[in-house]
Nanobody, 126 residues
Framework: QVQLGESGGGSVQHGDSLRLSCAAS????????MAWFRQAPGEERLFVGA???????AYSESVEGRFTISRDNAKKTVYLQMNNLKPEDTALYYC????????????????????WGQGTQVTVSS
């Protein structure tokens, strides 16, 4: 079992940066693939990116090159650095976790992640 809590959201201008954090509680954080999803009002929840327990990462096309995911296993925290933010990045951002063995690749499907945080709002104005 793991519990997740996001922080770092806010209201920014087009082109600004934000760093989201997701702190986890519970044992074996290093064994989890950690992912970020986002959901805009009236839309489905979409994959943003993830970091495998091995350290490899994957991103959606819409954020590739602008967003970076990292993790600090000692602090049981995963980060989402968001640069050059655009109004279309406005959404509620969720952190999710999935216990993974090394040979299982990153999943981009939200149904594969059993653990979720409450979300943190990011609003980007033009």
């Amino acid at each position: 079992q793991v519990q997740l809590g996001e922080s770092g959201g806010g209201s920014v201008q087009h082109g600004d940066s934000l760093r989201l954090s997701c702190a986890a509680s519970g044992a074996s954080f290093s064994r989890y693939t950690m992912a970020w999803f986002r959901q805009a009002p009236g839309e489905e929840r979409l994959f943003v990116g993830a970091i495998h327990r091995s350290g490899s990462t994957a991103y959606s096309e819409s954020v590739e090159g602008r967003f970076t995911i990292s993790r600090d296993n000692a602090k049981k925290t995963v980060y989402l650095q968001m640069n050059n933010l655009k109004p279309e990045d406005t959404a509620l951002y969720y952190c999710a976790a999935r216990s993974t063995i090394l040979t299982v690749p990153i999943s981009r499907s939200d149904v594969e992640y059993p653990y979720w945080g409450q979300g943190t709002q990011v609003t980007v104005s033009s």
